[in-house]
């Protein structure tokens, strides 16, 4: 599925998930208007993804939608070779119907945690050193698409990482580029509620 980035996310209506687009691009007119907002504002997506399948296509298209920034930033060999895997995997993938292949999406998993997998004892807490935060991001959503026991929050949590930014002025928040990336996720939820309104009249006829 493709999904524009030219193409405004629309003003929702009544269909499926509706409240949660409505409350999205408030957040993104408070963003615009004051220029950051609280991350905590993405929880509203934990009741969006109670629905079952939702949470893995979104892990799908979390991935997909990140591999851009990863092979921008790439600087070396390891970093090219995996976002070249991961191209092959996720070349064109239905996000409704995903045809992957779960032992390459399994193994392809495995190596981006290996890849960063280097810690720094804090004083509170032992922090994960990331090289490549698009490669971080489709670890994430990959994590989200194979696991059997993702929870809402855990979804949650993977759009505040895709949406957060930070800016001198507000630190770690939602600012700046968090508008485009929010409006994805908006144009995400209503192809999802259209692909799940003509399956509920597919099913009815």
Known sequence: MTLKRDRPAKRPGREPGAHTCSRLLTLVADIRSNGSANVTRLTVL???????????SFGLFIASRSLRRAAESAKHETERSLVREALEILA???IFDPAIDLEDA???YGRLGAFQNSYRNMQWASVR??????LFLVEGGLQLYLSQRASP????????????????R???????????R????VRFIQAVAAQEQAETTKAAD
């Not at 050193?129 to 698009?134: F, K, P």
């Not at 507000?170 to 485009?180: K, Q, W």
């Open 106 to 108: 399994t193994a392809l």
């Open 46 to 56: 934990k009741k969006w993804f109670e629905i079952p399948g939702r949470l893995p």
């Open 170 to 180: 507000y630190f770690n928040g939602l600012n700046g580029p968090s508008v485009d």
């Open 153 to 168: 929050a855990e979804g949650s949590r993977l759009a505040v990482d895709y949406c957060e930014h930070y800016d001198p």
């Open 129 to 134: 050193l990331i090289q490549s935060y698009g």
């Open 182 to 185: 929010i409006e994805e996720i």
């Open 92 to 94: 064109d993938v239905d």
